[in-house]
């Protein structure tokens, strides 16, 4: 997807200031709204994406014009969950509630029904964020290593961040970059996202070819891509 020219506006709804992220893609045939709940600083907010040629103006009067739809759809996004004690968080599928543990000295930890995060309370969200990333790179490595071994292939490095556009990505030159928040989806979608980004190691495309190939590494490709189209978006809420 191309994307330019991103910018940011606000509008006023009942009161209310929500933001609005403009970006302009070169394959978009018409004015495209979406509520965006994703944002870093937590706010929700809006994402209007222009074909080539429409200005920015003549997009905000429009999206000026949308208020009623953009303030019920606003309504029905999902409250944000602080990584904090107390916090139901999924780790693999699984919920696990978030501990405290200001005497312990063991990092973070778990067992089947929580996540305990030692040290002191208010640098428990810091702590839990900074081990599921460092899990989301051991666990994708691990994976990624097998699928490349399965294909007869090499991959080069594998970095995790916090993308919202997209769950992974391959580079010609074998690099992987995956969202950290996959440590967050059932095994079965994980293992699906992981073994479509190595395939493209070897078919740089989404032909027929590639989709065999996915499918010789990995089980229940349906079923994880309609997973991420129905809760994908759900995991940003988290942190």
Known sequence: MTRKDEREHNI???GRTVPVRLRTNARARRIILRT??????????????LPRGVAAAEALAW???QTSWIARQLGKLPDRIPF???AVIPLFGQDLVVRSAPEA???VWTDSEAIYVSGRPEHLARRLADWLKREARKHITERAREKAQALGVEIG?????DTKSRWGSCAVNGNLN????LVMTPEFVFDYVVAHEVAHIREHNHGRGFWQLVETITGETERARAWLNAYGAGLHRYG
């Open 84 to 86: 904090a004690a107390g």
């Open 36 to 49: 965006d709940s994703t944002r870093p600083d937590g706010r929700a907010g809006v994402v209007v994406t």
């Open 12 to 14: 006023e709804i009942g």
């Open 178 to 181: 995956f969202s950290w928040r």
């Open 63 to 65: 999206t000026a014009s």
């Open 105 to 107: 000295r063991r990092g």
């Open 157 to 161: 490095r594998v970095s995790v961040r």
